[in-house]
């Protein structure tokens, strides 16, 4: 179904070519990323639906999500996709939660040439992340200096999986790169659990996928309630942060929680000036996929009513990967008097994309 909205699509994947990444890379970072070191991988759970999705293809048999041509006609045009937002995280996070800084660094680097030399250049609509390993944040900012200048780059990226929460100093740098080209910082999930990060819950290692899948929310509450009581976004007032891929429902319960002991607790964080519920909705934004599911159908909309959701939610397919959601299908859980802020104008506003007419 052709979509009414104009839609910006915050969270795509495409696939990149390794061999040009493999181009883009000096030795001796090249024969390692040749040999197959491309990162930490995964916990090796098993997914019955794999990761992409199965028909996600081109008329020719190829997968549409490693050309830009293909992604451009086969699925911006058909759902009516007026910009969409790459984020390269299988060839990317991965190295996030790398112990080898300095490979981490030059591979991620290579991702962000491909993606600028290779896919930017081909369709008007598209943009991408920055991605940094922000294990050393001074290579990280580095890597933000050396792009984050260029148009199509619309935002810095990182894993939520990570060995201790995103508020912390030590990647304060990485804060400082992004504010002053003025980009917002995203984190996207994935490898919790791997590489240097820590388990993926607070009580362990989960025994399935389902398990596992279930609970990455709990890395994105953690990331939250640092960010804020460490004060970033009190040091960097005009910094947003992007919650991709985390869900929705869980967000208005944890800001109860959150200011109630706030206000109990306010003299550990005299930086926080105002109520830590007034401090996210100001800095921070969520993506809608995986968007909750609930019966009656009425529930999720209630939840939508205990947050400024048409100022913090952006629509994202999460294509091409197994659980992704269209805009038709996203776009009708929102109550009339949101789904043009949810598919598009928040997303418009953050990445200051031109108007529908203007691009």
């Known amino acids: 179904m052709h979509n009414a909205h104009a839609v910006v699509d915050a969270d795509i994947h495409p696939v990149l070519d390794p061999q040009r990444i493999m181009e883009f890379l000096p030795q001796p970072w090249r024969g390692r990323y040749a040999g197959g070191n491309r990162g930490p991988g995964n916990l090796g759970y098993w997914n019955p639906n794999g990761v992409m999705r199965a028909d996600a293809v081109a008329p020719d048999g190829s997968r549409i999500e490693r050309d830009p041509q293909h992604l451009a006609r086969y699925f911006f045009d058909p759902n009516n996709i007026a910009y969409g937002i790459l984020n390269a995280v299988d060839d990317g996070m991965s190295f996030g939660v790398s112990p080898e800084l300095d490979f981490a660094a030059a591979a991620v680097s290579a991702a962000n040439d491909v993606i600028v030399h290779d896919w930017l250049p081909v369709d008007s609509r598209l943009r991408a992340a920055l991605i940094v390993a922000p294990g050393d944040p001074s290579l990280a900012a580095r890597e933000i200096h050396r792009l984050g200048d260029h148009p199509g780059l619309v935002q810095v990226l990182m894993p939520s999986a990570a060995p201790m929460p995103y508020g912390?100093?030590?990647?304060?740098?990485?804060?400082?790169?992004?504010?002053?080209?003025?980009?917002?910082?995203?984190?996207?999930?994935?490898?919790?659990?791997?590489?240097?990060?820590?388990?993926?819950?607070?009580?362990?290692?989960?025994?399935?996928?389902?398990?596992?899948?279930?609970?990455?929310?709990?890395?994105?509450?953690?990331?939250?309630?640092?960010?804020?009581?460490?004060?970033?976004?009190?040091?960097?007032?005009?910094?947003?942060?992007?919650?991709?891929?985390?869900?929705?429902?869980?967000?208005?319960?944890?800001?109860?929680?959150?200011?109630?002991?706030?206000?109990?607790?306010?003299?550990?964080?005299?930086?926080?000036?105002?109520?830590?519920?007034?401090?996210?909705?100001?800095?921070?934004?969520?993506?809608?996929?995986?968007i909750e599911e609930p019966e009656p159908r009425a529930h999720f909309r209630a939840m939508l009513e205990m947050f400024d959701a048409g100022r913090m939610l952006m629509f994202s397919s999460d294509f091409p990967h197994w659980d992704g959601d269209t805009p038709d299908f996203a776009g009708g859980a929102f109550p009339s008097a949101l789904r043009s802020r949810v598919l598009g104008e928040t997303a418009r506003n953050l990445y200051r994309l031109p108007g529908a007419g203007d691009a």
Do not use: C
């Not at 640092?226 to 005009?238: A, C, Y």
């Not at 964080?269 to 007034?278: C, G, T």
């Open 168 to 290: 912390h100093r030590f990647y304060h740098p990485i804060y400082a790169a992004a504010v002053e080209h003025e980009l917002p910082v995203a984190i996207h999930p994935g490898n919790e659990g791997t590489g240097v990060s820590g388990p993926p819950t607070a009580a362990g290692y989960a025994g399935n996928y389902l398990a596992w899948h279930t609970g990455l929310v709990g890395s994105y509450i953690a990331h939250l309630t640092s960010l804020v009581t460490e004060g970033v976004f009190i040091k960097f007032p005009t910094l947003r942060f992007v919650l991709i891929e985390g869900g929705v429902s869980w967000l208005p319960p944890i800001l109860w929680r959150f200011d109630k002991n706030w206000k109990a607790l306010r003299q550990t964080v005299p930086w926080l000036d105002r109520p830590p519920s007034v401090i996210v909705s100001e800095h921070m934004l969520l993506t809608t996929q995986p």
